[in-house]
């Protein structure tokens, strides 16, 4: 199979403790044209430190596929929506991809209605 490298490709991720909460902002996300494809998944079991106190909790993870361009309008986005007072919002770089979808993602998110 055929791949490149890629440029300007990313996954956004970001955590919810509610299913609902995660669902409403994959589809923002990908509504707003700011992802291509955003997926849910889960349940996942999260340990963190909060507060000074070790911490568990069962969340849900969004991963939005991106143009790296759209990073800084899906951040402000999540940061406005998102329910959680310090979320994960990172971005991890595509380094290969399947030609057809990386041009799919920048296809989708071309035109993006960006509020």
Not at 27 to 41: N, W
Request: with cysteine; charged share 25%; aromatic share 10%.
């Amino acid at each position: 199979m055929e791949y490149k490298n890629e440029e300007g490709l990313i996954i956004l991720v970001t955590t919810c403790g509610q299913r609902e909460d995660a669902q409403k902002l994959a589809r923002l996300l990908v509504e707003s044209k700011l992802a291509a494809c955003s997926q849910v998944s889960g349940p996942i079991t999260s340990f963190y430190w909060w507060q000074g106190k070790l911490e568990q909790d069962e969340e849900w993870q969004v991963k939005s596929k991106m143009p790296s361009e759209n990073f800084e309008k899906a951040l402000a986005v999540l940061k406005e929506k998102h329910p959680y007072d310090l979320p994960q919002i990172i971005a991890v770089p595509v380094t290969k991809a399947l030609p057809q979808y990386s041009e799919w993602v920048f296809a989708e998110t071309r035109v993006a209605k960006h509020d």
